[in-house]
Every structure is written in structure tokens, then in C-alpha cells.
């Protein structure tokens, strides 16, 4: 026992932040990665949970960019930031969902994709995302709306950031029923399933020095 207490506080005293520099390239990389998964699943008419499934399926019932409504459904949610998890993680959430809506519409620019399998699309894309999470939460960021939300319950709650999301994301995509198709759909909770397998399988704050 004394060992492992040892072990804890020697693991405390060596925790070292990361600086400002680290924090806005991890954000950057995280950003990148996630949106070019909302690319792929965008490209295939597909979906995913959370905020960005909500932007999808306003995307294709009103035309108007993705990047717009991930960017606008997130507003509300900034409150809850500020008051839970302080300044610091707000102000590196809102410039990690910022760099997403803009990176996500930026990206049809530089690359062109053919017709691509919905069920290939959405596993990688769902495990783009769900790695460019986990980027962005080992650096005390998300990418808002019910992300903010599944930490908070993490943090405060020891409710498991990755089961809270899957639950959430199934009833998202599962209200989608009436807009894609039942392909579509059965693809779409797959990469959902994936993501949220990603998150819960590797993000466990606990296990971090730093």
C-alpha cells in the first residue's frame, strides 16, 4: 500500500502541463482529423451523434453548410462551460469548434472523393473523429455542445464520458429514421458505435501524468 501511495503522490509531483504552444497544435491536429471524418460521412450522405449529428441532419433537411450549424448549435452550450469547467477549457472549445465548421467546409477544396461504400465511410469516419477527440480532450478541450456535457458527468458525476455519448448518439441517429435511408442508418450507428468505442476504451483522465 505504501508503495502505491508513494507512487501516486511521486506520479503528482511530475505532472507537467502542457504548454500554450502544445495546447493550439494538438487543437489544430485534433480539428483536422476530426473534420476530415464529418468529410467522409458527409460524402456519404451518412451521420453521427452528439452536436455534429444534429448539424447533419439540419445540413440536409435546410441546405445550409454543415460548418454554420455545428458552429450556431453550439452557442447555447458555452454557459454550461464557463459555469462547470472554467475559461481555460471554454476558450479552447470554441477554438476547436470554430477551427472544425471551417476546416469541414475548407476541406471539398483540396480534395475530391468518388463515390465511396456508406459502411467504409462511416467506420472511418467515426474512428477520425473518435481519435481526433481524444486529441482534443487530453489537452482540457471538446468539441462542445453535448461533448461539454458528457465531461462534466465524467469529471463531476463518474459517469463514463464514452457510455454517456453512445447513448445519446443511438437516439440521435435513430431519430434520423425518417431523413437517410435504412442503409444509411445501419452504417451511421455503426461509426457512431465506433466512435464512442474509441473514447470510452482510451479516455480515462486518471490514467494521465500530465
Known amino acids: ?4 501511495n508513494n507512487s501516486t503522490i511521486s ?6 502541463p502542457h504548454s500554450l504552444i502544445e495546447d493550439l497544435l494538438a487543437i489544430v491536429t485534433g480539428t483536422l482529423v476530426v473534420s476530415f471524418g464529418i468529410m467522409l460521412l458527409r460524402h456519404a450522405g451518412a451521420i453521427t451523434g452528439g452536436t455534429a449529428g444534429i448539424g447533419f ?3 440536409y433537411i435546410s441546405d445550409i453548410p454543415f460548418g454554420v450549424w455545428f458552429f450556431t448549435l453550439n452557442l447555447p452550450f458555452y454557459y454550461l462551460s464557463i459555469k462547470q469547467m472554467g475559461w481555460a477549457f471554454t476558450l479552447k472549445t470554441f477554438l476547436a469548434v470554430a ?3 471551417v476546416f469541414a467546409e475548407i476541406h471539398p477544396y483540396f480534395i475530391h472523393l468518388e463515390p465511396v461504400n456508406p459502411f467504409y ?3 472511418i469516419g467515426g474512428m477520425l473523429m473518435g481519435l481526433g477527440m481524444l486529441v482534443l480532450f487530453r489537452h482540457k478541450a471538446s468539441l462542445g455542445g453535448l461533448n461539454i456535457l458528457a465531461l462534466y458527468l465524467q469529471e ?8 454517456f455519448q453512445m447513448c445519446v448518439d443511438c437516439s440521435i441517429i435513430i431519430a434520423s429514421f425518417f431523413i ?3 442503409p444509411i442508418l445501419l452504417a451511421s450507428i455503426l461509426g457512431a458505435f465506433l466512435l464512442n468505442l474509441i473514447i470510452a476504451m482510451n ?8
Open 1 to 4: 500500500m505504501s508503495s502505491v
Open 11 to 16: 506520479n503528482e509531483q511530475n505532472k507537467t
Open 57 to 59: 441532419l439540419m445540413l
Open 99 to 101: 477551427l472544425v465548421s
Open 121 to 123: 465511410a462511416t467506420v
Open 156 to 163: 463531476h458525476k463518474g459517469i463514463r464520458a464514452g457510455t
Open 180 to 182: 437517410v435511408s435504412i
Open 203 to 210: 479516455h480515462r483522465p486518471f490514467r494521465y501524468l500530465a
